[in-house]
């Protein structure tokens, strides 16, 4: 469905639209003012006249959508006027910088979420919770089937799957914005220094994380190794797309995992030909779109992406909340993620 007509957010062809701010949020084709919760692919896009997103994303928003675009940092919670709306980025424990995205006009607030968990990350800002009359939810896994563990504890699985195997390289496949910074974080946590390898798609991103002062372990690109370097007992870190690559060539026998919140689903991890499947999201599990949507207090909330029929129902159905699915419109745009974005 579309928002009502004259709401303080309109749904358009170019996305989430806000009239008072004359601006839009994430939008999906260049326009003259963008608000960008987070930057991965399927939420900020190139070609805009002007950017706002918060402060500590802005090497990886720049690195992805050009280092002369025009950008606003923002800080968590700082209040900026623009138009005729009063707008608020709030940490959505996501990615490096993600936010939800808070506008205010005439005594009325809508929230947007963009991508958000409410997880520990060590790699990024915990999730604040935000109160809105109006709030506009993504559900990639919103059905009761997904219900994570701590990021903790997955990492320790894969701790003791890499040191289980000192005779041949580990290849962990792992979203190369997010997941990865995530993963090296938690190692680091759980006490590990041994230096972790890099596929050049991850490696690109560490500058931006370290310069945020994010604790990980010791990292260098695989590049960097002597051809004759045994890899045996290392743990080498690679995005999805170079699985089965050419890239894969250099290393002998090697075991290899996913990490994602895909690999609850049955079956995901046989078919994409992995050995291990490690689930572990940077989205809100079906808890903790519950939890979320409660806590924001909203009398109207729209569901996005993923299941957002399922969620939508259940708000209305179960927790007695008005609640409609945001059009198909989004559906289309959750390709990148497959690839490249977070789940
Ligand atoms: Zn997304
Ligand atoms: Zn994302």
């Known amino acids: 469905m579309a928002l009502p007509a004259g709401s303080l957010i309109q749904l358009t062809p170019q996305g989430l639209y806000c009239p008072a701010a004359g601006a839009w949020i994430d939008p999906w084709r260049p326009v003259a003012k963008a608000l960008i919760t987070h930057a991965h692919a399927d939420h900020a896009r190139s070609g805009c006249g002007s950017y706002w997103a918060v402060g500590s994303g802005e090497a990886v928003l720049r690195q992805r959508l050009g280092a002369g675009i025009t950008l606003t940092n923002v800080d968590y919670g700082a209040e900026l ?37 409410r997880d520990a990350d060590p790699s990024c800002a915990p999730f604040e919770p935000v109160s809105a009359d109006v709030f506009i939810t993504e559900a990639t896994f919103g059905l009761p089937i997904y219900r994570w563990r701590p990021g903790r504890e997955v990492a320790a699985d894969i701790l003791s799957w890499w040191k289980g195997a000192p005779e041949r390289p580990s290849l962990l496949f792992a979203y190369a914005f997010g997941k990865a910074q995530r993963l090296l974080a938690e190692l680091a946590a759980l006490g590990v220094d041994e230096e972790v390898l890099l596929h050049g798609a991850v490696q690109t991103l560490m500058p931006a994380y370290r310069q945020q002062g994010i604790t990980m372990v010791p990292t260098r690109p695989v590049s960097e190794l002597p051809r004759s370097e045994s890899l045996a007992g290392k743990l080498v870190i690679a995005p999805p797309s170079a699985h089965r690559s050419v890239w894969m060539k250099r290393f002998k026998d090697p075991q290899t995992a996913f990490v994602s919140g895909w690999m609850a689903v049955r079956g995901a991890r046989r078919r994409r030909g992995f050995e291990r499947g490690f689930t572990l999201s940077d989205h809100a599990d079906w808890d903790g779109l519950l939890n ?33 699915p945001l059009g198909r419109a989004f559906e289309g745009e959750r390709s990148d993620d497959a690839e490249i974005g977070s789940p």
């Open 81 to 117: 006027r623009i138009g005729e709306a009063v707008v608020s980025f709030h940490s959505a424990g996501h990615v490096l910088g993600s936010a939800q995205v808070r506008i205010t006009v005439g005594g009325e607030t809508w929230l947007i979420s963009g991508d958000y968990k």
């Open 292 to 324: 979320t949507v409660k806590k924001t207090g909203a009398r109207q909330v729209y569901v996005t992406h993923g299941n957002s029929d399922g969620l939508a129902r259940y708000l209305r159905d179960v927790e007695s909340i008005n609640a409609a």
